[in-house]
C-alpha cells in the first residue's frame, strides 16, 4: 500500500471519526498489516486498530489499548449513556457478513470497555481478491471507520458548542434546540445516519454523490422529533431519530420555529407541485 493510499485511509477515517488519525504499516507479521491511531493520544496511550489479511479471503480488524492508556480509559468509562448508546449503535451498523467478537465475551448490544484488556476482533469473510489494496480500504471503510468512531464518541473527541440558547423557545417536553443542534453536527452520528439510511436525502430524494460526484459530501443530519415524543418522551435512539436530508430540505424543515415542519410537510409540497 502506497503513501497515497495510507493518506486516503487516514483522511476517510478522520472525516467519519472527527479526530486526527495518523497511520502505518507494520510488516513484522506475515502479511503486512495497517495500524491506525488517534494522533492526540499516540498509539501507546489509547486505542489503536489493526487491520490485516486473515486466512483465505478474510480480513481481521483488531482493536485494542496500548500499554499506557490509563487516563483515556478512565475518560471512557465516565462517558454518559448517549454517547455509549451511540458507540454501540455504530459497532450494529457493520455489515452483517462479518463476524464481530469481544474479549470479555459481551456482545454487540451490551458491549462496554470495562478495563485495558478490553478487544474488539472482527472478521469480514468472503472479500474478493482480499490481498489488493482496494479490498483493504473498503474494509477500512466498512469495519474500521465504525469502530473508531465508536471509540472517538467515547472519548468525548470534537465536542460541539451549540450556537443556540437553551431559553429559546421549544415544544413542552421536547429537546433543548442546543441538544437537537449538538447532535445534528457530531460526526458520528452523521456516520451513523448515512450507514443506516444511504446517501440520499429523505425528502426529496437528492443523491449528491451520483450529482455531484466527490464534491457531493453535502448531505446533513436532521434530528426528528415526532409528536409522540412530545406526548410521551422517550430515550433517544440514533439509529432512528436521525435521517439524512440535502441542504435545501434541512433548511425548509428548519423555517418553522420553534415546531420544525415534517419531512412528510416539505415532501407533500414538493410533490403537488
Not at 63 to 71: K, R, T
Not at 175 to 181: A, F, G, L, N
Not at 216 to 230: D, K, N, Q, S, Y
Request: proline share 7%.
Amino acid at each position: 500500500m502506497n503513501e497515497q493510499q495510507l493518506k486516503i485511509l487516514r483522511n476517510t477515517v478522520a472525516e467519519g471519526t472527527g479526530a486526527v488519525i495518523e497511520i502505518a504499516t507494520d510488516s513484522t507479521g506475515l502479511q503486512t498489516s495497517v495500524l491506525l491511531w488517534f494522533d492526540e493520544l499516540r498509539r501507546n496511550n489509547g486505542p489503536y486498530v489493526q487491520l490485516k489479511p486473515s486466512g483465505l479471503k478474510r480480513h481481521q480488524v483488531r482493536l485494542q489499548f496500548g500499554n499506557f492508556s490509563g487516563p483515556v480509559l478512565n475518560q471512557i468509562m465516565r462517558a454518559d449513556d448517549e454517547a455509549v448508546g451511540l458507540a454501540r449503535a455504530l459497532l450494529n451498523s457493520i455489515e452483517k457478513n462479518a463476524s464481530v467478537h469481544f474479549s470479555d465475551g459481551d456482545n454487540l448490544a451490551t458491549w462496554k470497555v470495562k478495563n485495558s484488556t478490553f478487544q474488539v476482533v472482527i472478521e469480514r469473510r468472503d472479500v474478493i481478491d482480499y490481498l489488493s489494496d482496494n479490498a483493504l480500504i473498503q474494509t477500512c471503510k466498512d469495519i474500521v471507520i465504525p469502530l473508531m468512531a465508536a471509540m472517538a464518541e467515547l472519548i468525548g473527541y470534537d465536542e460541539i458548542l451549540p450556537e443556540l440558547k437553551d431559553d429559546e423557545p421549544a415544544w413542552e417536553g421536547a429537546e433543548r434546540p442546543s441538544v437537537v443542534m449538538r447532535r445534528e453536527r457530531n460526526p458520528r452520528n452523521r456516520l451513523l445516519c448515512l450507514r443506516i439510511h444511504g446517501y440520499s436525502c429523505q425528502i426529496c430524494g437528492l443523491d449528491p454523490l451520483g450529482k455531484y460526484g466527490v464534491a457531493g459530501t453535502i448531505l446533513e443530519v436532521h434530528h426528528l422529533e415526532p409528536l409522540a415524543v412530545i406526548q410521551a418522551p422517550r430515550p433517544y435512539d440514533p439509529a432512528t431519530d436521525l435521517i439524512p436530508l440535502c441542504p435545501n430540505c434541512h433548511k425548509a424543515v428548519h423555517t418553522r420555529r420553534p415546531v420544525p415542519w415534517s419531512p412528510e410537510d416539505i415532501r407533500s409540497w414538493i410533490t403537488s407541485d
